[in-house]
Each structure stands twice: as C-alpha cells, then as structure tokens.
C-alpha cells in the first residue's frame, strides 16, 4: 500500500492555490460541494476537444465514440457500489432528482390512501419535501423516526413506525449535520418484513467510504457527482433492474421512447428510459474521472486519513469554551456543526471568511433538526481527505480570535 501523501494530493487541486480575501484559502464545506482535481477537469476538457458529439443516434464515429465514453462511466458507477447489473445505474443531475424521481414514478403508481411512508427526523429536506408533495396527492401519511439530540436515531421506534401499512422506507446514510452514519442493516431487514421498499440517500457516505449496495440490498440508492470530486449536474439514482423496469418514466421526450406515433408511445428500455434529451455526457466523463481518481487514492486511506482528522478536530475543539458540538462522540463521518452561544453563525462564519476559511453556516437544508435542538442555525465544518491537521489549527486560531471580540 503506498504511503498517504496530503501535499502531493493538495497538488492536484488547482483551487487550493488560491486566496480567499488575500489569504490561502482553507475550503471547509465540503458536505456541500467538493472542489475537483486537475484529473477531472482535464477529463472533461479533453472530451470536449476529441469526442464531442450526441450519443445513441449517430452513426457516424465520432457519436460512436462519446456513446462508447458514456457508457464507461454507466459502468464505472455499477463497479464502484458494487450493482451487478450497469442497467441499474441512472444519470440524474443529482440525489434531488434521484429521490424526486423515486417518490413520482414508484410512489405515484404504488401508493394509495391509508399507505404509510417514513423517513426520519435527520433528513435532509430533498429527501423530506418530495415524499411530503406525494402523500398529499396519493392519501398516503407521512411519518418519520425520531432522533436523540446527540444526532443518532430512536431505533426502538422502528417496529412501530415501520408496520404493514408502510409502503417506503427512505432515510439518510450519514447525516450532513451530525456526521452520524445510520446503521442501515437493522432498517432495511426490517422494512423488507412488512414489504416496503427501501431508499436511501447517500450522498454523504459514497463520497467517504465504499456503499455496496449488494450488501446492503437496498431498494434505490442516490448520490451526486459533485460531493465527491466530480462535476456539478450529475448524480447516480441506482435501483433493482425488476422494480426499475416496472415503473414508468419521469421525464419523457427524446432518447427514452421505443416507438412515437401520434396516438401513443412506447419507452425505451432501462436505464435510458428515465434519461430523457439529450443526457450529461461530459458531466458523466468527468464523474468517471472522479472514481478513477478516489480509486487511485484508495478508500482505505482515505477512510483513516479522514478518521485522524475527525479524531483531532473534536479533542481540540471540545477544549473551546462557550462551544456546543452536535452529532454522536462515535460513529460519524467527517463533518461536525457546533455553536457558540454569544455568536450567531452567519456573523462566526462570515468572521472566519475575513481568514480565508469557508465554512457552512444555517439550517443546512435540514429545519427539522434545527427545530429539534431548539436552534435556528448551526456553524458546520465539513473535511475531504485534502484537508490538513494544519488548516484545523488556523480554524482554531481564528475562532479563539473572533470570540475574543465578540468578548
């Protein structure tokens, strides 16, 4: 195994060369987007310098050639969480349109009034508002399971939330305001005893450690190019060949059809029948860049890089005083929202933005979290495997700094 090398990785993320406010920029929002290596940039480039072109419909050799590219990364996604078949990988531009995608093709045709959905209270909202807009429209009722407020589940309650009258199960893998990592084995076993289907939303953890989803035998599973050195307007909703092919489309055009006439028309095959128009071919080369990329890295070093970090972050941030961490003491991924009670987390991160760091500051697309610990925002800070103990010790710096004048 070769050895981890911070310096040599930050070398090949051009932006961390750059100043924010005259400063070096130190990038701790990471849940939010990830910044992308020179790998992934020159990928895309390169594809639209040689291989430009529509895929499927042309015969000619440069189409051929895109298609043949875009294919690839259909089945570098599949190899990467472990699907079996590559036809249970679809190309959205993202875990919202994944999750929105499940919730209007699999929820409109097989809810019914009196069906139950759950969630939990941890959600992020893309994964709360589009099964809220379905059970409005199919009669079903929503519920979700509740947290503790050290940010992990109340899993005694899932035998009862969990019954014969739920019909989805669809939860967060690691929460972007706790880190906690859901334990999902007990909840997916439980939710395929009374015949509900299962999603989860993953954009989180398949950035930080390897999801596979053979193991896990999940229903559905979504995740986003962009959190995990890829480009922005992809994402990968993978679902089960047999529940993909008996849903219908979601968007209908060009590319997902068999046949048109003007009375009725027939859908294409899985998985281009859900990816209608023209579909995100230099977004999903660049994608595949980003797991050649993760690959070479390896994710057993980046699993324990990413550990160290966490492990020090909290030792020395636990010694603030006036600072209140969120989230569980044990497993949580690499990110971890906190207050001070004298300062408002726009005003600390706009602060820190005055040194260079970007941090998160609000409700992190999560209210019922926030309502849950009585707050109406959260600081976040949130690392990939290119930050260093160095830049947690500026950010300590500078927080000892903007507390002393808020003092």
């Known amino acids: 195994m070769k050895k981890f090398d911070v310096s040599k990785i930050r070398s090949d993320f051009p932006i961390l060369k750059e100043k924010s406010r005259g400063k070096p920029l130190i990038y701790f929002d990471n849940a939010s987007t990830t910044q992308k290596p020179q790998q992934v940039i020159d990928a895309i480039s390169e594809f639209y310098i040689t291989s430009n072109a529509n895929v499927h419909r042309g015969v000619y ?19 990467f969480i ?9 190309f959205t531009s993202g875990t919202t349109e994944s999750l929105n995608l499940v919730a209007q093709t699999w929820g409109r045709t097989n809810l019914r009034g009196g069906d139950e959905i759950c969630i939990t209270e941890m959600e992020h909202h893309s994964n709360i508002v589009p099964w809220q807009i379905i059970a409005r429209e199919t009669g079903a009722k929503l519920k979700a399971i509740p947290i503790h407020t050290d940010g992990t589940l109340d899993i005694m309650e899932i035998e009862k939330l969990i019954n014969p009258k739920t019909k989805i199960v669809s939860l967060i893998h690691e929460s972007n305001v706790f880190g906690t990592i859901n334990s999902l084995t ?12 299962t999603v ?22 979504a995740f986003s190019g962009h959190k995990m050195l890829g480009p922005t307007g992809i994402g990968v909703l993978y679902g089960k060949p047999d529940l993909l092919e008996q849903m219908p489309p979601f968007l209908v055009g060009g590319d997902m059809i068999n046949t048109v006439t003007l ?17 995100k071919i230099a977004q999903a080369v660049g994608f595949g860049a980003a797991l050649d990329y993760l690959n070479s890295v390896g994710f057993s070093q980046i699993v324990t890089y990413e550990e160290q970090l966490m492990t ?11 600072l209140h961490l969120f989230g569980p003491e044990k497993t949580r991924g690499p990110v971890f929202s906190f207050n001070f009670s004298s300062i408002h987390p726009h005003d600390l991160a ?3 933005d005055q040194d260079g760091i970007a941090i998160r500051a609000g409700h992190h697309c999560a209210q019922p979290i926030m309502d849950r610990l009585n707050v109406s925002a959260t600081a976040r800070v949130s690392l990939y495997f290119y930050n260093t103990v160095k830049e947690l ?7 000892i700094r903007i507390k002393s004048v808020f003092a």
């Open 82 to 90: 472990n699907a079996g078949d590559w036809r249970s990988i679809i």
């Open 393 to 399: 010790d500026q950010l300590y710096e500078s927080l």
């Open 61 to 79: 050799e440069l189409s051929e050639k895109a298609t043949n590219r875009y294919h690839s990364a259909r089945v570098k996604m599949a190899k």
């Open 350 to 352: 706009q602060f820190l």
């Open 186 to 197: 007990e909840i997916i076993n439980r939710a395929k005893q009374v015949g509900a289907i």
């Open 312 to 322: 020090y972050a909290l030792r020395r941030f636990n010694e603030l005083p006036d």
């Open 200 to 221: 989860i939303d993953a954009a989180q953890s398949v950035p930080h450690f390897p999801v596979d989803v053979a193991e896990l035998d999940c229903d559905f599973l």
């Open 263 to 279: 009375e009725e028309s027939t859908w294409n095959s899985i998985p281009y029948k859900f990816e209608a128009g023209t579909p």
